[in-house]
């Protein structure tokens, strides 16, 4: 495998924060969220929270420590994401998470003793594109996010959620279920 430069989204590829999301929904506004409509524009959409609803219940999942600290990992993330570091790649995260969510993720990664990554905060709703700029993959669970990089960015990679099972996925991006097949493909990148 040749050494990449490689972009990784933090919410729904490295950690997983939907049970929480859930569960604050449930206790601060009362509202059952389905499992598969978690994204900001499916619960406004379906009409379930406004937009400053939402907007705050992120802030309590991702800023608040105690519960950002909870966070589950993504399934097999802690062992991929070492192995990519341990091999020479060049990896940084790339978020919508303003500073002080980026604080509790840096935490939250140092506390499980993962690689400690540059993080690169783009604003909430603002696009990747100036942050993906030289990468050769990029990872994602937002389909919205990779459309504008493809293109730019050789290897970009939807990894499959509930809230995106249902997106086709157009020329230039490729699906991923999980880590291992995320860093098979990479494997796979001629150098």
């Given at each position: 495998m040749s050494t990449l430069n490689i972009g990784l989204d933090f919410d729904g590829v490295i950690a997983?924060?939907?049970?929480?999301?859930?569960?604050?929904?449930?206790?601060?506004?009362?509202?059952e969220l389905p499992a598969d409509r978690l994204k900001e524009q499916m619960v406004t959409a379906d009409g379930?929270?406004?937009?400053?609803?939402?907007?705050?219940?992120?802030?309590?999942?991702?800023?608040t420590?105690?519960?950002?600290?909870?966070?589950?990992?993504?399934?097999?993330?802690d062992e991929a994401l070492r192995a990519l570091v341990a091999s020479g790649h060049?990896?940084?995260?790339?978020?919508?998470?303003c500073e002080e969510e980026v604080a509790v993720a840096r935490e939250w990664c140092l506390s499980r003793a993962l690689p400690d990554l540059p993080f690169v905060s783009v604003g909430y709703g603002m696009p990747k594109t100036e942050a993906a700029r030289?990468?050769?993959a990029y990872i994602d669970d937002d389909l919205q996010k990779l459309l504008p990089l493809?293109?730019?960015?050789?290897?970009?990679?939807?990894?499959?959620?509930?809230?995106?099972?249902?997106?086709?996925?157009?020329p230039g991006i490729r699906r991923v279920a999980s880590w291992y097949e995320f860093t098979t493909h990479l494997a796979a990148v001629p150098s």
């Open positions: 997983d924060t939907s049970a929480l999301k859930r569960e604050h929904a449930r206790a601060l506004f009362g509202v379930l929270m406004t937009r400053d609803q939402y907007r705050a219940l992120m802030r309590a999942v991702c800023a420590r105690d519960l950002g600290l909870r966070m589950a990992p993504l399934p097999g993330m060049d990896c940084k995260i790339i978020t919508a998470r030289g990468l050769d493809v293109g730019a960015v050789p290897h970009l990679f939807l990894f499959t959620q509930p809230h995106n099972a249902g997106d086709a996925v157009p």
